[in-house]
């Protein structure tokens, strides 16, 4: 499962559990196109920033203010403002 976010926090961190291992890496925009391309969930929080990554990804990026919690697995992509 992938998740578009504009923003990390460590309150994305599931509250079980006091170990936690963040990998960040970053990537192309293609990379980033090739990643979406097949379904994510969008944690964009407003329209602008949602334009502008459907812009840039050609792919449909809908504002969705969620609440993100992670779990083992996950890969959230970030956009950087």
């Known amino acids: 499962m992938i998740i578009l976010a504009n923003a990390f926090s460590l309150s ?3 509250s079980e559990g006091n170990d936690f291992l963040v990998r960040v890496k970053k990537i192309s925009l293609d ?3 090739e990643a979406v391309k097949h379904g994510f969930i969008s944690a964009i929080g407003h329209q602008s920033t949602a334009q502008v990554l459907t812009e840039l990804l050609g792919v449909e990026v809908k504002e969705n203010r969620i609440q993100v919690v992670l ?3 996950v890969k959230v992509s970030f956009n950087p403002s």
Do not use: D, S
């Open 31 to 33: 990379e980033a196109k």
């Open 12 to 14: 994305m961190l599931p």
């Open 71 to 73: 779990e083992k697995g």
